[in-house]
Every structure is written in C-alpha cells, then in structure tokens.
C-alpha cells in the first residue's frame, strides 16, 4: 500500500508523535550503544527565504553586475545548485510545496481571488491535516520559529503549523529586512531555554515590488542610469498588463528623475539590482549578529527563494504570469559545515527537494506523501542526473491582454537559457515526448491528491491592504492556472494547461491505447 492510500489526520498524529518519542530515546540507545560517546547535537537550522529573488542575478551565479558579497561567500562555504526550479512562479503554492514536499495541485494552496476593490479576497490554504517539514522538526526535539513579512506567508493560511513561534505582525510587501531581522533577534534572546537545537524560518520581502531601496543605493541607480543612452521604453502592452506594477505609492519615487525613468524597462531592473544590494547587506548584518549569538558558524543554512521575477522579459513584469526562467529558476544554496563539501551541482533539482533533503540528512522520517527527493549524497556521485522538475499554478488575470503565443513552446535551455526562440516546430518528437511526460505527471498528482479538499480562508483587510499595488482596485480579478512548465534538461516544454487541454491529451492518450489493443 502506498503512503497516500493510507494517510489520515489520525495516522499523521501518530507519526509525529513517534517522532518525538525516537528523539526522546535516542540518547539512551547511544548510551547502550557507547556510554563513553554522548550523542551528536542537532545543528542548528537558519532558512533564510529570500522573496522573488532570480538565480540570474547573483554573482556567484554569474552576473557580471550584481555587488552580492554576502550571499556570494556563502556560496563558496556551501553548495550552489546552479538550476534549481521552483514549483511554482508565485508564493502561496512555492511555499505550501516546500513546506509539504507536493506540488501544489496536490497540496491545494495554489489559488485566490480578489473580489470588487479587492474587499473580498479568497485564498487557498495550506490544510491542517499535512504534515510539514517545521512539524518534523518541532516532534524532533527543535525549537521552532518563523519571521514572515510575506502577506501570503501567515498563520491564517495555514503555515504556522509545527512552529513554537510565529511572527507576521508585520507582513507587508514593503517591509524591510532589518524589521524582519530585528524581530528575530529581541525573540532569540528572550528565549528562556536556549539548549534545544534551533530552527529558524525568515521570509525577506526586499527583493519584492515596489522594489525599495536604501538612498544611497537609489543614487547609484539613478547615476548609472543617466549615462545609459541606449534604455528601452516600456512599451503599451506591458503598462496595460502591469498598471499595478508600474504605479507606485513610494514618495522617494515620485518627481524628476523618476517621473522620466520610470517610463524606461531598465530603471525597474535596475532598481531590482539595488534590492538584492540591499538584501545581501541585510545578509551581512544577520550573519553578524547570529555569529555574536553562537548561532551561526556550526548552524545549517539554506538559503533559496519561493520563486523569481519576470523585467520585461517576453513582455510580462512582476511573477506568476508564466513559467518562464525569470520566474521559476532560484538560487539554492546549503552552508552545512561539516557534512557538505562547498562545490557547484549542475544538474537540475527543484526545491520540493529541500525538505526532504534535510530530513534524511537529520535521520528522520520524510514527509508523508513527499514528491520531492532527498539528495544529500546523490549529488557526490558521477552519475547524478537531472531531476525531471515540473512548475504550475501559474495565476493570469482574467482581464489581462494576452500576448499571443502557441499552445506549446519548447527551448533548449543550453542554447537558450532565456528562452528566446521557440524551436517546437524543429523538434515534434520531442514535444510530443515531453507533452506524454507532462501528462503522466499531472495524473500523478492528481492520483495523489485524491481525499484532499480544497480550503479557503478570507484575507483579513490588513493583509488585503498589504498587497493592494498588486491589482487595479475595483477589478474583479479571478487567477487560473494557465501555464505549466516540464524541464528535462536541456528541453524545457512551456505548456497551457485548462481542464479542456487535459481532456483533450487524455482521450488521446486512451484512443492510441485502444488502437493498440489486440
């Protein structure tokens, strides 16, 4: 019988609490092993979650123009997964999926709607009844303790499970790290038993619109915009599409220069650049004071994002529109001193794997149902191959202008990591292949993700507010999934999917089957 035909609330329970128990035991089973060798010390754990932040644009990744210190000498303590693949292009199903190890169609979180003015806004929750990877932890014997400026990333949805602390007091897509930081550190030192292991979830919201940075950033940008002769304008369809994005209600930002760059798509990347400058410093002042608390030097650290950020790129700004790189391809990075050697990994991983890659690492049970595999080890190996990684739950707004394009693309990511040139019509084969692959993993899900009901919360009116750039007010905006991406690497097939789509693929499928039937 596998896992999920027999998984239930009651047998959830009863894993975590023999989680515990086998934490609780486990020193006197060392002691019978070896009275003379006291048991190892759980590490720490610091996951640091750096919000829509793009692999593309870090210099240990390779762009020539980031000032990334921070995160760059991390990198070269740990491991850098060069092609790491979100599951998702926006938070609520990237984050649900990282935290249960399913993809999101299976875990459900993956959906909301934003009633008139945006006053009465829905939003799928991550259910009770999965198990978490911050559960497996708490059962373990950690100390558990999340600090989320995400609006989405709150205990009303669900992701406040398995922790002893949860903070989202100030959840706001403008919040800077120093409040997020600052709230962690006042919690670390009040804490009055300080001898369990820690772990440690911090969700960094300065890399996300309305892309706000310290003045001394924003003069640069402004001064190395203004010998750039050669900036592209934004053009109509992308101010129709995005009007949310464009507008801004940061008073640094309005008036000369930013009146006249604001019209430019290179001003808005550039101010990105200047957001992760910020964030790595912020990196910088975090390392700093958890080192002050003995905290960090033996600590694992992960850091990674939830999901990237379309500039511009196929006319499409800000995440979760589609599946393309800008918004699915993140960094990962594990500082894990002591059991990682630092070194660069190549083939492609998804962070669905991220949990169950600590878990094994700790020895504890994976997670029930878990989609995503453990890779501690496997990477050392010469024959470690490319993870078939899959994206969804892509939300479009229904009054959005579509920028044509066919059914299905595919790329090759060798040639073309920024996939300019659709090359579907060059290899029919291979899309062919692809769309079979893509349909036995939507199957998959669906399989799994029989028994779970689909719940929703209402966004109360401060979260409502604290996305409310986001959208046109008054609108009636409805997210659907509309894109799906499956990366066999080096093809990458970019496909829509509606039930009708899938309808159609599985008759199909079931006429070639019945053709062959003898």
Not at 208 to 217: E, K, L
Not at 374 to 397: I, L, Q, W
Request: aromatic fraction near 8%; proline fraction near 6%.
């Amino acid at each position: 019988m596998n896992d999920y035909d027999s998984y239930s609330p009651n047998r959830r329970h009863a894993i975590l609490a023999a989680i515990g128990l086998a934490a609780s035991l486990a020193p006197l089973i060392a002691c019978n092993k070896d009275t003379s060798q006291p048991p190892p010390p759980r590490p720490n754990i610091i996951f640091i979650l750096v919000d829509t932040l793009r692999a593309d644009r870090l210099g240990c990744y390779g762009y020539p123009d980031a000032q990334t210190p921070q995160i760059d000498a991390l990198a070269s303590e740990g491991v850098l997964f060069e092609r790491a693949v979100s599951p998702a292009p926006w938070t609520l199903p990237a984050m649900g999926s990282i935290f249960t190890g399913v993809y999101p169609s299976v875990h459900k979180a993956n959906d909301y709607s934003q009633g008139g003015g945006m006053l009465e806004t829905k939003v799928r929750v991550v259910d009770d009844d999965w198990d978490t990877l911050a559960e497996r932890l708490q059962a373990a014997g950690y100390e558990t303790a999340a600090f989320s400026a995400n609006p989405f990333i709150k205990e009303s949805t669900g992701f406040a499970q398995g922790f002893d602390h949860f903070d989202s007091s100030f959840a706001n897509n403008a919040t800077q790290g120093g409040t997020v930081t600052a709230a962690a550190l006042k919690w670390l030192d009040a804490r009055p038993d300080k001898s369990k292991p820690l772990f440690l979830y911090l969700h960094y919201m300065d890399v996300h619109a309305p892309y706000i940075v310290p003045d001394d950033v924003l003069a640069e940008v402004v001064s190395k915009l203004a010998n750039k002769s050669d900036m592209r304008p934004v053009q109509r369809i992308e101010a129709e599409n995005h009007q949310g994005f464009f507008t801004t209600s940061v008073a640094k930002y309005r008036g000369e220069p930013y009146d006249r760059l604001r019209s430019y798509a290179d001003y808005y990347s550039a101010l990105y650049d200047g957001c992760i400058q910020s964030m790595d410093r912020e990196i910088g002042s975090l390392k700093s004071a958890l080192t002050e608390r003995n905290l960090w030097n033996g600590a694992y650290v992960i850091l990674t994002a939830d999901h990237g950020e379309a500039l511009g790129e196929h006319l499409v700004w800000t995440h979760g529109f589609t599946a393309h790189q800008d918004q699915v391809h993140v960094p990962l990075i594990l500082r894990w001193p002591g059991t990682l050697q630092p070194k660069r990994v190549s083939p492609v991983v998804t962070t669905l794997d991220v949990g169950p890659t600590l878990l094994k690492q700790l020895d504890l049970p994976i997670l029930q149902r878990a989609q995503g595999r453990p890779f501690v080890g496997a990477f050392e190996k010469s024959d470690f191959k490319d993870r078939v990684t899959y994206s969804e739950g892509v939300k479009r707004h229904e009054k959005m202008n579509e920028v044509a394009e066919p059914l299905g693309q595919l790329f090759n990511l060798a040639n073309d990591p920024d996939e300019k040139t659709d090359v579907s019509a060059d290899h029919p084969d291979e899309v062919k292949r692809l769309e079979h692959l893509l349909n036995l993993q939507i199957q998959k899900n669906e399989k799994l993700a029989q028994g779970i009901v689909a719940k929703s919360a209402e966004l109360d009116t401060g979260s409502i507010e604290d996305m409310i750039y986001l959208g046109g007010e008054g609108d009636d905006v409805t997210f659907e999934t509309r894109e799906c991406a499956l990366i066999v690497y080096p093809w990458k097939l970019l496909y829509s999917i509606t039930p009708e789509t899938v309808a159609i693929q599985r008759k199909n499928a079931e006429s070639s089957a019945d053709s062959k039937a003898p």
